[in-house]
């Protein structure tokens, strides 16, 4: 199993508060994701880094932000929490950014706001 | 984008062969397709991908058709631990980001 970790698995907080997501890996990869996946919607691209210090913008991004200061390391902030935001963040991790590699997901990260 | 079209849901019995359909018919030549599947409250995992070969690994073999308009995800024994969503996905931009659909939900009865 690839060496991912999330933390915390599991969170509630109220509404307009902010909350930092961690995601660690032990691989080395270049490459990092946050998805969010809510009933529905299958899993959708939030943030993505490519490097350190290097991070982009995925298909729901909004309310987001993220930072990358350490390879192994990749945080997803919500800076004001809202109900919308109540999903199960998931975060990948890829070698390289070709098309023919595949991505190594992490447990999850349940979160509620209240 | 191109898009890929699977069936909702599968039934198999346990210890038979699964064979998961996948129809891309808007394929580009430089897309990749790319397997995974879900099994329930965990995180996707990575199954097989292939580009215009068949190709196998210890978990599946991935059929593609000569045209790459379809493909085929094989189970070659499947077991009640396969009981999941399987995501049949196309790649091809820069940054490899996944794009997921419904997915199939396979059941396997005992």
């Known amino acids: 199993d690839a060496g991912i970790t999330q933390s915390p698995r599991h969170k509630v907080t109220e509404t307009g508060t902010p909350v930092t997501l961690r995601c660690h890996q032990t691989?080395?990869?270049?490459?990092m994701y946050w998805y969010r996946q809510d009933p529905g919607h299958g899993l959708r691209l939030i943030h993505y880094s490519y490097g350190v210090k290097d991070t982009d913008k995925g298909e729901v991004s909004d309310g987001y932000s993220v930072s990358r200061s350490k390879t192994e390391d990749f945080l997803l902030t919500l800076e004001s929490a809202t109900s919308s935001q109540t999903s199960v963040y998931f975060c990948a991790i890829s070698e390289s950014e070709g098309a023919g590699y595949e991505q190594y997901f992490g447990p999850g990260t349940r979160l509620t706001v209240t | 984008d191109a898009k890929t079209t699977q069936p909702n849901s599968m039934e198999s019995n346990e210890e038979e062969p699964v064979h998961l359909p996948c129809n891309h018919s808007t394929i580009s030549g430089t897309d990749y397709i790319h397997w995974y599947r879900q099994l329930p409250s965990q995180g996707p995992e990575y199954v097989i991908h292939g580009l215009t070969s068949n190709v196998n690994n210890r978990m599946a073999s991935l059929a593609i058709a000569e045209d790459r308009k379809s493909s085929t995800l094989i189970l070659h024994r499947a077991t009640l631990r396969d009981a999941a969503v399987y995501y049949c996905i196309l790649t091809h931009n820069a940054g490899n980001m996944l794009t997921f659909g419904g997915g199939t939900r396979l059941m396997v009865k005992p």
């Open positions: 691989e080395n990869h270049r490459y």
